[in-house]
């Protein structure tokens, strides 16, 4: 994974490949499947997902078309549940936010079944969201890197086909269940 370290002066060197590199240089880096890492060279803190951001803007920049206004105020005005809600439809295969979206769902089947209060629902709830999942160790990270670049599906893509393979499972059998709908055998 490269670590790219951004100094004082907004320039971004390339710790791998020992080079200074452009927001440009990054864009063509993410496609090409790297996970880079963006470091604050005099703080150390991780502020990948701000580059990211400004990859973002340039790209629409340069584009010339960019987001609506009123789309990006509503983004800045939203609140925690709005961008997590967001973050879920713009990344539908990313595995905690299906996982959240489940754990949500049949914590609403129980409510409305009555097998536990609302109030006690809604303070689980609160628990089991707010368990963050563990990170993946360096060494995990690699593994898959050299796993993706051979072609060879990786634990977490095996886990979403299996996640989605549940998912249209579900949804069969339910179009099965409806009354009048003819079974085919």
Request: aromatic share 2%.
């Amino acid at each position: 994974m490269p670590i790219i370290k951004r100094y004082n002066n907004r320039k971004l060197y390339d710790t791998h490949a020992k080079r200074y590199v452009t927001l440009f240089d990054l864009a063509e880096m993410i496609r090409q499947g790297d996970d880079i890492t963006v470091l604050d060279h005099g703080s150390g803190e991780d502020i990948t997902s701000q580059i990211q951001a400004q990859i973002i803007f340039e790209q629409e920049r340069q584009a010339g078309s960019g987001l609506p206004n009123t789309v990006l105020t509503n983004i800045i005005q939203a609140s925690n549940q709005t961008i997590k809600q967001l973050r879920n439809t713009v990344l539908p295969l990313d595995v905690t936010a299906r996982l959240d979206s489940e754990i949500e769902r049949r914590m609403l089947v129980l409510m409305e079944r009555g097998e536990i209060s609302k109030k006690q629902g809604a303070v689980i709830l609160e628990k089991l969201l707010a368990v963050q999942p563990q990170l993946q160790s360096s060494e995990e990270l690699k593994i898959e890197r050299a796993l993706e670049k051979r072609g060879t599906p990786t634990r977490r893509e095996v886990k979403q086909l299996a996640l989605q393979v549940a998912e249209l499972t579900r949804e069969l059998e339910a179009l099965n269940a409806k009354p009048g709908k003819k079974r085919e055998t």
